[in-house]
């Protein structure tokens, strides 16, 4: 197996082109076969490259989704802040399909979110408000306020 590991590295190193590549063909008597190179049979390379294809696609399927999710999150945010559209948000969402939604934590912040605002903005939420202020302290801030005003006037003018 430790052959198999450094045969791999040597490999994509030699791929890269930091040398020593002509040399060793030279020693395996020229032999150009990607399997027998990395000490596989033809039926093992063929496997193992069906097998990192198959990872590349389901990790960039799934970086996809990602981005979709991120770009839809971001699309919400700005309908509800009403900033304006981005096209590539928006063609990130389409690229992914229909199946793109917000994680579910997510959706249950915003629909709170949007429920306490409806609630704020309704008649009833503004009753509501009214009568969780405190009307002794909007007294005193009124009175304090007229106290001030007076106070400034009787400054400016000497009549009264």
């Known amino acids: 197996m430790a052959f198999f590991v450094k045969n791999m590295i040597s490999n994509q190193v030699k791929n890269l082109g930091f040398g020593g ?7 395996e008597g020229g ?7 990395q000490g596989m049979t033809r039926e093992e390379y063929e496997e193992y490259q069906k097998q990192m294809i198959e990872e590349k696609m389901e990790r960039d ?11 839809c999150l971001r699309v919400h945010l700005r309908e509800k802040y009403r ?5 590539m948000d928006e063609t990130q969402v389409q690229l992914a399909g229909d199946d793109v939604d917000l994680p579910e934590d997510l959706r ?10 409806e ?3 309704s008649i009833l939420g503004q009753l509501q408000n009214l009568q969780n202020m405190d009307l002794d302290t909007i007294k005193e801030k ?3 306020t007229f106290t001030e005003i007076k106070q400034s006037a009787e400054q400016k003018c000497s009549v009264m």
């Not at 590549?21 to 020693?27: I, L, M, N, S, Y």
């Not at 032999?31 to 190179?37: F, H, I, L, M, R």
């Not at 249950?108 to 605002?117: A, G, L, Y």
């Open 119 to 121: 609630d704020k903005d």
């Open 31 to 37: 032999t150009s076969d990607p399997a027998a190179a």
């Open 108 to 117: 249950k912040m915003v629909d709170e979110d949007q429920e306490e605002e």
């Open 83 to 87: 900033l304006p559209k981005s096209e």
């Open 21 to 27: 590549g002509t040399e060793e063909k030279k020693e």
């Open 61 to 71: 399927a799934a970086f996809t989704q990602k981005k979709a999710e991120r770009a």
């Open 142 to 144: 009124a009175q304090a």
